[in-house]
């Protein structure tokens, strides 16, 4: 069963950036039938999708974050990786990295657990 | 950006009601809807794909319905691990997705 977990600081300051990775286990981050996510979750909030990236490097990010937002992946590993720039507190959420379908029909069948990073000096 | 809501925001049900949850899409988006269940301190889980389907091992009393703009994710018996929040969401714009804001379903 796909396996997937997120790894990075879990305290980060103000206005610096926050680097995450993802390592996908007992699966291929070059399989075509899915792109791979990040999502977060400020605490008692909804889930915000961050962006995506395909195993062959097409980028795609959310409107209101597409200036900071960074996502790369690394075939050799089979890992992929988010930088989140000029961080404030509003940024402090659980970061979840997840597979989705390359397929509209299906949506997210996987998640990591999720990771809390806290946004303070 | 396709805009997702859901009612109610909350509600409370005891064991054995019938659950039903809105959700509903800023434009058409066929059937490509998606429900997950979140539990405190958990990832998100996948229940339903592709508005109706449900995702291996989820129990039967779970079901969706709907397309086009409006939809519903209804639990025929709700069991005690059934309280969580439930979230939609949207793959028509696959790969920009979004969620709608959530449901919390908690004990009367």
């Known amino acids: 069963q796909l396996q997937l977990q997120e790894s990075g600081p879990r305290l980060v300051k103000p206005s610096e950036t926050l680097s995450l990775t993802c390592t996908v286990s007992?699966?291929?981050?070059?399989?075509?039938?899915?792109?791979w996510d990040w999502i977060r979750q400020p605490p008692g909030k909804g889930l915000e999708w961050l962006g995506s990236?395909?195993?062959?490097?097409?980028?795609y990010y959310n409107p209101s974050l597409k200036s900071r937002v960074t996502i790369s992946v690394d075939t050799s590993e089979n890992r992929f990786s988010l930088k989140l720039s000029s961080l404030t507190a509003a940024d402090t959420a659980v970061y979840f990295c997840?597979?989705?379908?390359?397929?509209?029909?299906?949506?997210?069948?996987?998640w990591g657990p999720g990771t809390l990073v806290t946004v303070s000096s | 950006d396709i805009q997702m809501t859901q009612s109610p925001s909350s509600l409370s049900a005891s064991v054995g009601d019938r659950v039903t949850i809105t959700c509903r899409a800023s434009?058409?988006?066929?059937?490509?809807l998606n429900w997950y269940q979140q539990k405190p301190g958990k990832a998100p889980k996948a229940l339903i794909y592709?508005?109706?389907s449900l995702q291996g091992g989820v129990p039967s009393r779970f079901s969706g319905s709907g397309s086009g703009t409006d939809f519903t994710l209804t639990i025929s018996s709700l069991q005690p691990e059934d309280f969580a929040t439930y979230y939609c969401?949207?793959?028509?714009?696959?790969?920009?997705?979004?969620f709608g804001p959530g449901t919390k379903v908690v004990v009367k």
């Open positions: 434009q058409s988006i066929s059937n490509y």
């Open positions: 990236i395909y195993f062959r490097g097409s980028t």
């Open positions: 592709g508005g109706s």
């Open positions: 969401q949207q793959s028509y714009s696959t790969p920009r997705i979004t």
């Open positions: 997840a597979r989705l379908s390359y397929r509209s029909s299906s949506g997210i069948d996987s």
């Open positions: 007992n699966g291929s981050i070059s399989d075509n039938t899915y792109y």
